[in-house]
């Protein structure tokens, strides 16, 4: 008997809350494969420029899991479940309201810059553009 899927089918809000509680299970598992897993069952592949806007945000707020969150970061783009583009479009958001951020978490200018670098270094992130990112 073949299985059937099962469309899902998220609000914007739910698609975020689901996001976050990635991010959430991934930084106390590490496990890249279950967050990829994770992500592709969300099914909202138009929303994974939040994805890393959170995985941003989540590094600023908790510094020493940025280096974690750039190999997830890393992993998903370099197995394409997130393009370029929708790395860019997170990062640009990011980038637009840094210093908001900034004032929450004070040296979120450094975590952005370290990870925007390694991105660039790495291939997952390309090359920055005129917003800076």
């Excluded at 840094?98 to 992130?125: C, H, I, K, S, T």
């Amino acid at each position: 008997m073949a299985h059937k899927r099962m469309l899902l089918i998220f609000t914007q809000a739910e698609a975020c809350a689901r996001a976050q509680a990635l991010l959430e299970e991934y930084e106390t598992s590490g496990d890249v494969a279950e967050a990829a897993r994770c992500l592709r069952e969300l099914g909202v592949p138009g929303y994974h420029h939040e994805l890393v806007r959170r995985a941003l945000a989540a590094a600023f707020a908790a510094p020493k899991h940025a280096p974690a969150l750039r190999r997830l970061l890393a992993a998903l783009a370099s197995s394409g479940q997130i393009t370029q583009t929708q790395m860019h479009t997170g990062f640009n958001r990011v980038c637009a309201v840094l210093d908001d951020y900034e004032l929450d978490y004070p040296g979120a200018g450094a975590v952005f810059a370290e990870l925007q670098a390694a991105g660039e270094r790495e291939g997952w992130l390309g090359h920055a553009d005129a917003n800076g990112a």
